[in-house]
């Protein structure tokens, strides 16, 4: 295990290297290297190194525990498409949750990295623990919104009550791609592998952002020239706005140092002497991209026609938290709840303090009225010192401490000023908004239970910040 275990996990990563293919003492297991093992403790991912276990029937009987993602290092492997063949017998045992993610040499062959592409998602940026760890949150994020999807639906009809939905992504039997780079012989080659999907080609960062100011794309194709090209800025601000955000990018260079920059913003990248594969990482790239943005609009959604009747809402959220409960608990992961006291506004600051918070947390939390003065967020595999900064994120947005999101081109400060404050705090406006409580679920404990824990802890907040 290469973990604190007094210190709480975010994940559990099962981990499975070339020279574990056979079975060999626990002491001789060889788990991350160095930067790997300091980067995956710094993101709270516990790591349990596990070998083949065909070779000892004794072993191949003891259970292993269940994991949210598996890694497979075939970087010091001479027969990587093998020894994964051998390896994946022990990784299944441990059901990762997120798939699986192979670390390997970028000058493996075509037929090898084909092969190895079926079991799971290969990292060729072995150099860049950032890198890695960048592919396994993706990855972990994409695999708990379906998850959370499919129990939603479950808590849903065990209410009985329809879960309304339109797809706001419809599926396109053309897809929308733009290509972005200076041109080069290898563009042609791109051009024809994204055959007979429609190609916008711009040669700038400026011209892309004109161009996604009249079209909506389904993912984008950067071909930068090194890191400080523009095309890497542009990225970066994607990857933050609120809506392009969902939009799928793919890196080509051939360059590492600037595939491992691209690769730590979350963007897919490829290199160029990968090519060939081109055209089944951009299909591969579309594909989950669509899938994850269909079932985050499905979570944003789904709960609308719920939070018409305030019994009904309480309904699923016990029917909710017990079965998230029940799913942490088999699993070991956290599970947090938050309460948020807010007021009745005279002019709310921030306008409806339930669209506020749901447009504020990730897709998989769960944003319901508790009362006509409370707020509810169930926060599924988060920590409480995690759901804590959520908290406190919220009661600042709402209360007017800080500006909530809003779509629109204008820029804002980030703050309200000192004159609109002390109007909201003359004309008694924050009387008893923004006050967060959390609590971490524990083993055993019942949805009452935990409510009742909850709001004695929000209540406990309310007092002595009506008493400061």
């Keep these: 295990m290469v973990h604190d275990i007094n210190k709480p996990l975010r994940a559990r990563i099962a981990w499975a290297s070339a020279e574990n293919r056979f079975s060999i003492p626990t002491s001789l297991k060889v788990g991350p290297d160095e930067a790997l093992k300091a980067a ?6 516990g790591v349990t190194v596990i070998h083949n276990v065909n070779t000892n029937p004794t072993i191949a009987s003891r259970p292993l525990p269940r994991v949210d993602l598996a890694v497979i290092d075939l970087r010091t492997s001479r027969a990587p498409a093998s020894d994964a063949d051998m390896l994946l017998q022990g990784i299944r045992r441990t059901r990762p949750l997120a798939g699986i ?106 011209q892309v952002l004109r161009a996604l100011e009249t079209k909506k794309f389904d993912g984008m194709i950067f071909m930068p020239t090194d890191k400080s090209d523009l095309l ?44 060939a594969d081109v055209a089944r990482t951009i299909e591969t790239m579309v594909e989950s991209g669509f899938m994850t943005a269909t079932l985050r609009h499905y979570l944003h959604t789904t709960l609308k026609p719920l939070r018409d009747g305030k019994h009904k809402q309480i309904d699923f959220f016990g029917h909710h938290l017990m079965r998230l409960a029940e799913r942490s608990q088999s699993r070991g992961n956290p599970l947090s709840v938050i309460a ?3 007021a009745k506004q005279k002019r709310p600051v921030g306008g409806n303090p339930l669209a506020i918070a749901t447009r504020i947390v990730r897709a998989e939390d769960c944003v319901l009225k508790l009362s006509d003065d409370s707020l509810i967020i169930i926060a599924p595999n988060t920590l409480a010192e995690d759901a804590e900064k959520i908290g406190a ?31 909201h705090a003359a004309n008694n406006d924050f009387r008893h908004g923004g006050r967060a409580a959390v609590v971490e679920w524990q083993t055993g404990e019942t949805p009452d239970q935990l409510l009742i824990r909850l709001l004695a802890n929000l209540n406990d907040a309310n007092t002595s910040q009506a008493a400061f």
């Design 101 to 206: 993610v192979i670390l390997c040499t970028p000058n493996i062959s075509e037929h090898a990295r084909t092969k190895l592409e079926r079991i799971g998602e290969c990292c060729y940026l072995v150099d860049s623990a950032d890198a890695v760890v960048t592919l396994v949150r993706e990855k972990l994020r994409a695999a708990r919104i379906a998850e959370e999807a499919g129990e939603r639906l479950k808590s849903l009809a065990a209410v009985a009550k329809h879960a309304a939905h339109t797809n706001k992504h419809p599926k396109r039997s053309k897809r929308k791609l733009l290509l972005a780079g200076t041109p080069t012989p290898n563009v042609l080659t791109l051009i024809n592998a994204m055959e007979p999907n429609e190609v916008t080609c711009v040669l700038s960062a400026s």
């Design 393 to 423: 994120r919220l009661s600042g947005v709402i209360d007017g401490r800080s500006s909530p999101i809003k779509k629109s081109n204008r820029q804002h400060s980030g703050t309200l000023s000192q004159k609109t404050l002390q109007r």
């Design 40 to 45: 995956f403790d710094k993101a709270q991912f």
């Design 340 to 342: 948020l006291s807010v």
């Design 232 to 275: 890497y800025a542009l990225a970066r601000a994607l990857r933050r706005h609120r809506e392009l955000s969902q939009t799928p990018i793919l890196a080509i260079a051939e360059d590492n140092d600037t595939l491992s920059a691209f690769a730590t913003l979350g963007c897919k990248t490829l290199d160029e002497r990968h090519l």
